[in-house]
């Protein structure tokens, strides 16, 4: 199959582009993308990330926890005005979360159901900008297409996230949330294939416009 040809665009930036030209029917033969979580052990989520990624996830968790929290699950005496007590502890303690939610793109075609970890939960850092998870998970989608090798629609529920795409990729759209049900309820245990941040580095090509 030869490349698509790349569309001319009479818009050039994503807030200009029509609502309903973001919709795309449904047709039973796309495949739909979403973003969300999911409460995975702690040793699982660390197999997720490269140690540096991990490292700067787990410093600034420490920073939003509530320490006095920790000290009461580690059964330790400190007083939380001691600064430099409480650095020593989580120095030597290496505590850790037994759980965390992670971020997680999900895509699904057929018996094809791809997850990609994108980061591990910090609620208070990531709620504004969620719609640039929806926008991995239509990449994830994206890749589904190119190794699927089918031209079909990558569908969406976030209606930002494909309006930032939009000029970018051809053949995305929006659907209301009921029609990427399946995407929204697909667990990691249930994924054909999960992406971790170093293959995902390694199949990533993002060339724009272009179907395979």
């Known amino acids: ?9 009479n818009t050039s930036f994503p807030w200009m ?14 495949i739909v993308t979403d973003a969300g979580w999911e409460k995975i052990s702690f040793e699982e989520a660390r197999k997720l990330f490269s140690p540096e990624t991990f490292q700067e996830w787990y410093e600034l968790f420490l920073e939003n926890t509530d320490i006095s929290e920790i000290l009461s699950e580690s059964n ?3 007083d939380l005005d001691d600064e430099s007590a409480i650095d020593n502890f989580l120095q030597r303690s290496d505590w850790t979360p037994k759980q965390v939610n992670l971020v997680v793109a999900k895509a ?8 990609r970890g994108l980061l591990i939960s ?9 719609h640039n998870y929806e926008m991995e998970a ?9 190794y699927i090798f089918e031209d079909i629609p990558v569908i969406n529920d976030c209606k930002d996230a494909v309006r930032h795409l ?28 999960v992406y971790n941040e170093l293959l995902w580095d390694e199949d990533w090509v993002d060339e724009e416009d272009e179907i395979y």
């Open 17 to 30: 582009v029509k609502e309903e030209n973001l919709f795309i029917a449904p047709t039973g033969n796309e």
């Open 108 to 115: 699904i075609y057929k018996n094809h159901t791809w997850v």
């Open 166 to 193: 939009h000029g970018r990729y051809a053949l995305i759209g929006w659907q209301p949330r009921n029609c990427v049900t399946a995407a929204h309820n697909l667990k990691i245990s249930q994924a054909t294939k």
């Open 76 to 78: 330790i005496d400190i």
């Open 122 to 130: 910090t609620p208070d850092v990531e709620e504004p900008y969620f």
């Open 138 to 146: 239509i990449r994830l989608g994206i890749q589904l297409r190119k």
């Open 1 to 9: 199959m030869g490349k698509r040809k790349r569309k001319n665009h």
